[in-house]
């Protein structure tokens, strides 16, 4: 445990300097953007079909339950507006 503690109250290099870390900066690119509108489609997506699905099944169970299974594409239709 003593080893532990020794090690842990020591900062390792960079901090004892008082220097930033390097690093390699590179521009933007179009790639860069491709990709994250490619991951913030892909977020969206899945939460337009999260919620599809949910009030799919509230859809199913509301007409079975009140034997009018015509409320499901109103019920569909609400979650994803």
Not at 12 to 25: E, K, S
Not at 31 to 59: D, T, Y
């Amino acid at each position: 445990m003593g080893t532990v503690i020794a090690r842990t109250g020591r900062p390792a290099g960079d901090i004892v300097t008082c220097r930033p870390a390097r690093r390699a900066r590179a521009p933007a690119t179009a790639a860069l953007l491709v990709v994250a509108a490619s991951h913030l489609a892909v977020a969206m997506a899945g939460s337009v079909i999260v919620l599809a699905a949910g009030r799919l099944g509230a859809g199913l169970a509301h007409g079975i339950v009140g034997d009018d299974l015509g409320q499901v594409p109103r019920l569909l239709g609400a979650a994803l507006v």
